[in-house]
């Protein structure tokens, strides 16, 4: 049925955000080690930092990545990923 295929999806989609978040983050340059030269988190870095005179603000989007790719996802963050999959996977629902 309709509603078991969608709730399908939405699990699917929850589960593999959470799952596929920190090799994403590695992938991008956000590592355990710190953000790797040459990557697109180095390109947000530099960004971030032009924009602030020089440093990354706490809290910011590189600042968290960052955080995120180093200890991996908190609670909080983990639930976030898995709304964000959980919606993608109840839009992708609909194409089939």
């Excluded at 790797?36 to 989007?61: E, H, P, R």
Aim: with cysteine; glycine share 18%; net charge neutral.
């Amino acid at each position: 049925s309709c509603v078991s295929v969608t709730a399908v999806a939405i699990a699917a989609g929850a589960g593999g955000a959470v799952v596929s978040a920190p090799f994403v983050l590695g992938a991008i340059g956000f590592t355990s080690a710190g953000i790797a030269a040459g990557s697109y988190a180095a390109g947000m870095m530099s960004t971030a930092a032009l924009a602030n005179g020089g440093g990354v603000a706490a809290g910011s989007l590189v600042a968290v990545l960052q955080s995120a790719g180093a200890a991996g996802l908190s609670a909080t963050a983990s639930a976030a990923v898995a709304g964000v999959g959980a919606t993608v996977g109840w839009l992708a629902s609909f194409i089939s």
